[in-house]
């Protein structure tokens, strides 16, 4: 597995983990960002003309190239400083601009790595190419283009992890197949673990899906244990049934 | 890890994990922060605990998560930069930092300043040289500009152009800077390229006879402006030389070395454009008698030469970031 993820000591002494922004998400983001600009470049555009029709085009003409030049230079790094490393693009994509150690970037960093970010926009041959950036990216562990590595920064995904689901033993241990199995199965505690993952993700997964992954396991456990089932879903789950005593029903349990 | 352990693990903490997904979803008033510390804190824990308890990826993995959104959304709040560190960097240690990088300030004011007298004196001397420069159309444009009597523009033109300098002028510093990224050599193009046409276009108006004009024109915010320019192309020399010159750090490492200085001289050369752009735009082609023009002129150097000169000398070294 290509180890996308950058370990974080914070002052509480916990270290945890960053699922570290790829070029992909950055490049969507970075879209997303362009369109905004754009919509703020008409909003400007229209006070130009709505100048006009009052006759004081010599201001609306000047709020108009203040404007272009902040959109031009400064969208991130107004957005990134008020919103604690984030543009409206990296907020819908859950991305965020932190320091290289975890702790909130502040405007000189986030002024740094938005000048630069022309630099690794190049060569520009009509339309940006982001050839510098990319091979930054690709050198670096942290995927830093070039102005991530002048102001210190890496760019993190927020992307909600979720945990597993319950395991589903679905359905129960019925009563002929209790007595049809052996009395004991004894599993190691990996075959255990791989189980269990099985079927706590059992219920995201097809029906196809679901047999396709548990025919690599099942029939090996079938011979060995000798259980007989229909599937070999249904032999992971009784196995992992009568290992952990699970294939009591919980009225019989109690 | 067997089944037991991870529910015996996870059952009793789950409500609280759901409590702290809650407050990270919604706006937060200050008892809600303070549940959100001790959350945090308690799920910081979790985590060292699930970690050493050796218990499945996936809980793993979300309790990293959940701590790491935490942990942004707590200390994200400290001082976000739009404060009086920002008017205290670019007021009091600006000019420091020009001084302490005195080497790259000379050297860009050079690579600035020598094209600048080559264009004004060549140009000067000989009008056909400025056609090597510039082409015949923007020279033409030029002597229309300064050599029409209705120069004096009104307020609102004044407000246009000021703009108009903004985007374009501080536009040309950040890119100069910028450019510095390519091993200096970009810094470079820009600062003797800059510095041959604007000195080529005082040569030429010089030799047509209309120099007065457009020293008129240009006295006022000229200090402002051509200092911030080669500052800028200081900043990206210096970000340049660190590129090269490692000094014994890694590459990255000498980057960051330079990182606060870039963002000082940077700063300042913002500073310095905006307050070209201002006088540019509102002062420079106003209908003030040309003597008084050039006495405001010779302020500004000397405001500005005193700026960066004595700026910051008092300044207590603590109280600096």
Known sequence: ?????????????????????????????????????????????????ASFSVGLEGYGAGVYLLGLFVLQWLYGVIFETALSGRTPGKAA?????????????????????????????????????FGIGVLTMAIDPRLRRLGDLVAGTVVVSEDKAHMLGSVAIEPPVSEEERQAMPPAVHLTNEELQVIEAFLRRRRRLSDERAEELAS?????????????AATAERTLTLAYARATGRDRSASEAG | MSLADRDAFVTPRKARWER???????????????????????????????????????????????????????YSVRGAGFGLGLVQDAIVAFPREVRRQWAFVLLASLLFYVPFGVGALGSYADASMASMVLPDWQLEQM????????????????????????????????????????AGLGSIFFL?????????????????????????????????????????????????????????????GSLRRAAPVLYRLILGTAVLLFVAAAIEGFWSASPVPRTVKFGFGLAQWVIVGAWLVFGGRRAPVAGLR
């Open chain 1, 93 to 129: 994509l859950s991305l965020r601009v932190v320091r290289a150690d975890g702790s909130p970037g502040q405007f000189p960093d986030f002024l740094l790595r938005n000048l630069l970010r022309g630099i690794d926009a190049l060569p520009a041959v009509g339309l940006p190419t």
């Open chain 2, 192 to 252: 003797v390229y800059n510095g041959l046409v604007i000195g080529t276009t005082f040569g030429y108006l010089g030799n047509v006879g209309l120099g007065g004009n457009l020293l008129e024109f240009t006295s006022g915010h000229s200090a402002w402006e051509l200092t911030g320019i080669c500052i800028s192309g200081a900043a990206g020399l210096r970000l340049g030389w660190s590129m090269i010159v490692t000094d014994g750090r890694t590459f990255v």
């Open chain 2, 143 to 182: 002597e229309t500009m300064y050599g029409g009597d209705d120069r004096v523009r009104d307020f609102a033109s004044n407000a246009m152009m000021a703009g108009f300098y903004v985007q374009n002028n501080v536009g040309i510093a950040f890119r100069c800077f910028a450019t510095g990224a390519l």
């Open chain 1, 216 to 228: 690599y396991f099942g029939p090996l456990l079938a011979k060995r244990t000798g259980i007989e």
């Open chain 2, 20 to 74: 702290l997904e809650r407050l990270l979803g919604g706006a937060l008033r200050a008892p809600e922060w303070s549940e959100l510390a001790s959350a945090y804190r308690s799920v910081c824990a979790d985590l060292s605990r699930a970690r050493s308890l050796g218990m499945p990826h996936d809980v793993q993995r979300y309790l990293d998560d959940l701590s790491g959104r935490a942990h942004n959304r707590l």
């Open chain 1, 1 to 49: 597995m290509i180890d996308t993820t950058a370990t974080i000591e914070t002052p509480e002494r916990v270290r945890f983990r960053y699922r570290l922004a790829g070029p992909g998400q950055r490049l969507a983001a970075w879209l997303l960002d362009l369109l905004a600009q754009f919509a703020f470049g008409l909003v400007l555009f229209w006070i130009v003309f």
